[in-house]
């Protein structure tokens, strides 16, 4: 929402009138609330506190969250909550489309309860963009850049056309055309405003993205964060966020890197360290003289990582640093004026060296950058950091572990499987920690210049020694924008990427989400035949189980000059320092630190080859760049002309049984329980997500459509299709459900016992009208904010989930949907509480059901429990007491006279 200057105003006593240039801009000076506490306040907290005084209207902010921010102190303690308005909303098309979708379905929807559907519009500024479509069909070849675009808009046409027609049909909606880039680099790159200028007022600039790594755009300053695409729907349509006061842990980082560090090992030890402490639900502001020393790419790849550390933001204040990459990446000198000058004047702007601007925090946490050492992370979680001296043996152990987050389960006499197989008419072999995907992807690193530079320059120097990647090594290059290109190419580095397989196949998120695209056959065959375990490594940010390829038992997080030394190792069982990375023709040995390069030679080609000029020409032609997107045609109605022939858009039918009226909340009676799951079930194993199973019920669904196996395309992409997505809820082959035996999208039918799918079980309880719920353990929905791991369950006709955690996206989504978070009090879980899930439950609701309320469960063998529902805030019940946070919006805009 823009300033509200213009109106009476609660705090008329902070409006000021700042002049930077020749222009006068009015803003609120927080200077005027004439408080000592504002100026020991964490950085990230002061941008809040702005937001509520600019927004302070006395019906959705007051006073009082002034207040309560100022006395932070006391405050964070206490769970008290405030709303907060964001200045920006930003999507991906992933969670883009089912957002278009829910609002031209709340266009329907309006329309029908005798509405003015015209009126669902963003009200704040909502920026898209298409970089999640992608996958890795071509790669080792000059055209499989061309040729994966091609598909991609074979592919996802009607998507595409789908969103063309929204970019057009509503108002204050901007979408990046596909082949632009990742949204997170596009968003620190060329959206990013770091301060508005609206109709003469200046506010910092703020935003929630559908995607949890929005928290990257922290690095320039910006406070962002990741919420589910439901709560962000509802900030785009002008409601505030209401959250709980958080905790803010003061991050400070001394010393300087170790030269043969990167950025990434930075972030990798980082994650781990904060994994540790614990995090989950509180800011992270990182200070100290050492992030002087740290470019806002460093800072980035840092906040990017925030989801897997835990934390709600990894916020870095703006300083004179941020000032110089506006100007790098081709700001105008009047926009960073301002920004400046209005910094300054409201005590926003930092200087990492005096540490008399140090705030007061929660809590202190150091890091000696000397102390980082290069790093990988896995095999199955993003925070299991391996100092890449320990690799080989941490690997080994893993293969002997018992099944789980660090461990296989290999017999010891099956270890050293040696698998040969014929690829292009000659014969190599495969065994356990053999690299079959290798690639430099996702917005995390391929953002930051001196790592890819890097990455460049270790395969110039492989390239001269004589080396080269096996060339079923999957691999590929999949930047984030098209700047990366031109300073590969002006560096000349590129070349060498391209002889040892990294040419560019694509500009999107690629392999890190999974779109890494089917395996060499012969390669795929010889995996499943010997029960391999073979190995993926990323310079992504998320590698759980299932994530990047299903036949990738173990996936590696590394940084782009680690992807090509393992990819030119063939390998992650070996020891660099002891074992040579390969050998010359005439057969000697070469070492990794041979072909390492310095920073030195690292920063020297950044300063000549990242300049202003680049992203200039980038950015200048974002919109009109994309021939394929320019030609697309599509309708011009205010209402969207649903086709019923469609498998890829189809109206959700969340709306469909609702009506003005608010209904009472209802105990959840005789539910049986679809799943009982344990610790750690994320997004990835419950939303839809990769390619789509032939043996699956989305598979049997589109094929009964008539459409080939090759048709299926990804459930990323049928995001738009209620059908398919419902069919893909809890579809991962890697889910663990405590009713089966062994992994994978089963469960049992209680009473019967049959075993089956998940969603055909969902599917004969709907039909027996027996209620739903889920059982489960810690972090319940950790990893990327997904709307339709909510939306799934719902249409899957789950009521409720007991878990012992949540993760807090999540847990806010599932209230989007109407869906009940209830929590075991302290000490109880499933087991302890003798839970099988094969009983029947009664979720007793108190008639004074709120916020915190306790609320009892009553099992039908006459055993009964307390539980808490997790509704946070008074808002949060009001979103569910509708049935959901869009239902409230359909409500109050369709009964709305104005």
């Known amino acids: 929402m823009t300033s509200t200057m213009e109106n009476d105003h609660a705090f008329e006593k902070c409006k000021s009138t700042l002049k930077s240039g020749e222009t006068d801009y009015s803003y609120f000076d927080l200077s005027k609330l004439e408080d000592q506490r504002y100026g020991q306040l964490p950085f990230s907290i002061r941008v809040l506190l702005e937001s509520v005084v600019r927004n302070c209207d006395g019906f959705q902010v007051h006073q009082k969250d002034v207040e309560t921010l100022l006395?932070?102190?006391?405050?964070?303690?206490?769970?008290?909550?405030?709303?907060?308005?964001?200045?920006?909303?930003?999507?991906?098309?992933?969670?883009?489309?089912?957002?278009?979708?829910?609002?031209?379905?709340?266009?329907?929807?309006?329309?029908?309860?005798?509405?003015?559907?015209?009126?669902?519009?963003?009200?704040?500024?909502?920026?898209?963009?298409?970089?999640?479509?992608?996958?890795?069909?071509?790669?080792?070849?000059?055209?499989?850049?061309?040729?994966?675009?091609?598909?991609?808009?074979?592919?996802?046409?009607?998507?595409?056309?789908?969103?063309?027609?929204?970019?057009?049909?509503?108002?204050?909606?901007?979408?990046?055309?596909?082949?632009?880039?990742?949204?997170?680099?596009?968003?620190?790159?060329?959206?990013?405003?770091?301060?508005?200028?609206?109709?003469?007022?200046?506010?910092?600039?703020?935003?929630?993205?559908?995607?949890?790594?929005?928290?990257?755009?922290?690095?320039?300053?910006?406070?962002?964060?990741?919420?589910?695409?439901?709560?962000?729907?509802?900030?785009?349509?002008?409601?505030?966020?209401?959250?709980?006061?958080?905790?803010?842990?003061?991050?400070?980082?001394?010393?300087?890197?170790?030269?043969?560090?990167?950025?990434?090992?930075?972030?990798?030890?980082?994650?781990?360290?904060?994994?540790?402490?614990?995090?989950?639900?509180?800011?992270?502001?990182?200070?100290?003289?050492?992030?002087?020393?740290?470019?806002?790419?460093?800072?980035?790849?840092?906040?990017?990582?925030?989801?897997?550390?835990?934390?709600?933001?990894?916020?870095?204040?703006?300083?004179?640093?941020?000032?110089?990459?506006?100007?790098?990446?081709?700001?105008?000198?009047?926009?960073?004026?301002?920004?400046?000058?209005?910094?300054?004047?409201?005590?926003?702007?930092?200087?990492?060296?005096?540490?008399?601007?140090?705030?007061?925090?929660?809590?202190?946490?150091?890091?000696?950058?000397?102390?980082?050492v290069p790093s990988c992370s896995g095999p199955k979680r993003p925070h299991d950091r391996v100092p890449v001296s320990e690799m080989k043996t941490d690997f080994r152990s893993c293969l002997l572990n018992k099944v789980g987050f660090k461990g296989f389960g290999i017999v010891e006499e099956k270890t050293e499987t040696i698998a040969p197989f014929i690829y292009e008419g000659k014969e190599y072999t495969l065994k356990h920690g053999s690299v079959v995907i290798s690639s430099i992807t996702s917005c995390t690193n391929t953002s930051n210049p001196s790592v890819m530079l890097g990455a460049g320059l270790l395969a110039k120097k492989a390239i001269e020694s004589g080396l080269t990647t096996l060339p079923y090594i999957k691999t590929s290059v999949s930047p984030g924008s098209g700047v990366v290109t031109y300073y590969l190419k002006e560096s000349g580095v590129d070349k060498y990427l391209e002889q040892l397989g990294f040419g560019i196949v694509g500009y999107g998120c690629m392999t890190c989400i999974g779109n890494s695209g089917p395996l060499p056959e012969a390669v795929a065959e010889v995996i499943e035949k010997n029960d391999l375990v073979v190995c993926g490594v990323l310079s992504g940010n998320r590698n759980f189980e299932g994530r990047i390829h299903p036949l990738t038992r173990a996936n590696y997080l590394a940084s782009p000059l680690l992807v090509i030394a393992y990819a030119l190792a063939g390998t992650v069982d070996i020891d660099f320092e002891k074992e040579p990375i390969g050998r010359t023709e005439e057969g000697k040995e070469v070492f990794l630190r041979d072909i390492w390069p310095s920073r030195q030679e690292i920063q020297e080609m950044e300063r000549k080859t990242v300049i202003p000029a680049l992203f200039q020409e980038v950015y200048s032609k974002i919109q009109t760049g994309n021939p394929a997107w320019n030609n697309l045609e599509t309708s011009a109605s205010l209402l969207y002309p649903w086709e019923s022939s469609s498998t890829y858009i189809q109206p959700p039918p969340f709306f469909n049984e609702m009506t003005l009226v608010v209904p009472e909340v209802e105990s959840i009676a005789n539910a049986a329980v679809l799943l009982n799951v344990g610790d750690s079930v994320t997004t990835d194993h419950i939303s839809p997500a990769g390619m789509i199973s032939r043996t699956s019920p989305a598979a049997r669904y589109l094929g009964g459509l008539g459409l080939t196996p090759r048709e299926f395309n990804s459930y990323g992409s049928r995001r738009g299709n209620y059908n398919v997505m419902a069919r893909g809820t809890f579809a991962n082959i890697r889910l663990v459900n405590k009713f089966m035996n062994k992994p994978g999208p089963k469960t049992k039918h209680w009473p019967s016992g049959d075993e089956m799918d998940i969603f055909d079980a969902a599917e004969r309880y709907i039909k027996e009208k027996r209620s739903l719920i889920i059982l489960a353990g810690k972090e319940y929905g950790c990893g990327s904010s997904r709307d339709w791991a909510a939306k799934g369950p719902w249409m899957q006709g789950i009521k409720a989930v007991i878990a012992e955690s949540y993760e807090r996206i999540h847990r806010s989504n599932l209230i989007g949907m109407g869906i009940a978070p209830l929590q075991y009090l302290s000490g109880d879980t499933t087991e302890s509480l003798g839970l099988t899930g094969k009983e029947s439950f009664t979720i007793e609701y108190p008639e004074n059901l709120g916020a915190g309320s306790m609320v009892t469960v009553k099992v039908d063998d006459g055993r009964s429990f307390q539980v808490k529902a997790r509704f946070d805030t008074d808002l949060e019940f009001v979103y569910y007491k509708n049935g959901g946070i869009l239902n409230y919006m359909i409500r109050k805009i369709a009964s709305s006279a104005e």
């Open 71 to 372: 006395n932070w102190k006391e405050t964070q303690h206490n769970g008290v909550e405030f709303p907060f308005r964001p200045a920006r909303t930003l999507l991906q098309d992933f969670t883009g489309v089912p957002a278009v979708t829910d609002f031209a379905a709340m266009r329907d929807a309006v329309n029908r309860l005798g509405g003015d559907p015209s009126k669902i519009n963003p009200l704040t500024p909502a920026d898209m963009v298409i970089d999640h479509s992608i996958q890795v069909d071509h790669f080792r070849s000059e055209d499989a850049l061309m040729k994966n675009q091609e598909l991609e808009f074979s592919r996802n046409k009607e998507r595409f056309q789908f969103l063309k027609w929204g970019s057009q049909a509503f108002k204050n909606l901007q979408i990046i055309p596909p082949g632009s880039g990742i949204v997170h680099q596009v968003n620190l790159e060329y959206l990013a405003r770091v301060v508005f200028s609206e109709k003469g007022a200046l506010y910092p600039d703020s935003l929630v993205g559908t995607d949890s790594h929005t928290t990257m755009i922290n690095g320039l300053g910006i406070l962002g964060w990741g919420v589910g695409g439901i709560e962000a729907e509802a900030v785009m349509l002008g409601q505030v966020i209401s959250m709980v006061v958080p905790k803010v842990i003061g991050y400070k980082i001394t010393g300087t890197m170790n030269p043969i560090a990167t950025s990434t090992d930075v972030v990798l030890t980082i994650t781990k360290h904060l994994r540790q402490i614990g995090v989950v639900g509180k800011f992270v502001e990182f200070f100290g003289a050492g992030v002087a020393s740290l470019s806002i790419a460093d800072r980035a790849t840092i906040s990017n990582m925030c989801p897997e550390y835990g934390a709600t933001v990894g916020f870095f204040p703006v300083d004179k640093m941020s000032l110089e990459y506006l100007r790098q990446s081709g700001r105008t000198e009047e926009h960073i004026k301002y920004i400046e000058d209005y910094m300054k004047a409201n005590n926003l702007f930092r200087d990492y060296t005096n540490p008399e601007q140090d705030p007061v925090f929660t809590e202190i946490v150091e890091l000696d950058l000397g102390s980082v």
